[in-house]
């Protein structure tokens, strides 16, 4: 298999990680405020990053200065998790994963606005095709409520948890200084797990552990260890052998691979009239697949 491949491999296997998510998410919601378990979360994967970036020797005095940067993108980050939860305990996790699918418009905005990332045409053509096809699936093909602009309790928190995902990416870049991404990744969930267990510190203390549901159990250790640490791994291989534009691509097959998901979850399947708004955001990956120029070399 050629390295591009490997890349596309990868890239499927993130988007199947990214989208149990949203399915064990929407299962344990119910049980367990979401600040509370994100706080457990990060804790967790930042012990792991942080074992990870000792054990590879690449914590240096450079990569630790300025801590006000982690703050900074952690406050982003912690809204966006905490908002995806706290959404996922109204809104269907496919209508969830649409709404995440609006991702790109938004970052191609902010990346303008913070960096003066301009954004191709094939690439706006992609955000169009995969702006209609989440907006069928958010008003759950009701063009009369898309007028009346009926949106979700759910569907509407978790954009404004997009709003601050579309913000972390280009401010990643503006405030990154060239240290490891390991560390990078590890100082930003350490500054998260702070922020996050000093607002909830009431509620950690509080809640009865001993009674939580097995589910909730599992979506922490879930989202602790492959929605945070594989992923990280993932994303810096794939980009590594893809051009950007190709790695941003399969956001767009999140609402797919999310119903194969519930299917095996044995959460139901959703009305079969969402179905073409799914495909259109599956057609936005097919437009950002081919090479707008030519792939840069891969990198061993």
């Excluded at 706290?86 to 496919?94: M, Q």
């Excluded at 169009?128 to 898309?146: E, K, N, R, S, T």
């Excluded at 691979?257 to 073409?276: D, F, K, N, R, S």
Aim: charged share 10%.
């Amino acid at each position: 298999m050629s390295e591009a491949g490997k890349g596309h491999l990868a890239m499927l296997v993130f988007a199947v990680l990214v989208s149990g998510s949203f399915s064990l998410g929407g299962m344990a919601a119910p049980f367990i405020d979401p600040a509370v378990l994100n706080a457990v979360r990060f804790v967790i994967a930042a012990a792991v990053l942080w074992g990870w970036a000792l054990a590879t020797g690449r914590v240096t005095r450079a990569a630790v200065a300025a801590p006000w940067r982690y703050f900074v993108l952690a406050g982003l980050f912690v809204i966006y998790f905490v908002t995806m939860f706290e959404g996922l305990k109204t809104a269907p996790p496919v209508s969830m994963a649409a709404v995440f699918t609006l991702n790109p418009a938004l970052t191609a905005v902010f990346g303008y606005i913070i960096v003066r990332q301009v954004t191709t045409p094939r690439m706006a053509l992609a955000i169009l095709v995969g702006g209609v096809g989440a907006l069928w699936v958010i008003f759950d093909a009701d063009w009369q409520a898309l007028l009346r602009f009926e949106v979700g309790r759910g569907e509407a928190i978790y954009f404004w948890g997009c709003v601050a995902h579309a913000m972390y990416t280009p401010m990643l870049r503006l405030l990154s200084r060239g240290e490891p991404g390991v560390v990078f990744n590890a100082g930003i969930l350490s500054a998260g797990a702070l922020i996050l267990c000093v607002w909830a510190a009431r509620d950690l203390w509080a809640m009865d552990w001993q009674s939580v549901p097995a589910i909730v159990w599992w979506t922490i250790l879930y989202v602790a260890f492959a929605a945070t640490g594989i992923t990280f791994v993932i994303l810096r291989f794939a980009t590594l052998r893809l051009p950007a534009a190709k790695v941003m691509a399969y956001t767009y097959i999140v609402p797919s691979t999310v119903i194969l998901w519930e299917l095996a979850l044995g959460q139901g399947v959703p009305g079969l009239a969402i179905l073409p708004g799914v495909a259109l955001t599956a057609l936005s990956l097919l437009l950002l697949v081919k090479d707008e120029e030519k792939a840069r070399a891969p990198v061993s």
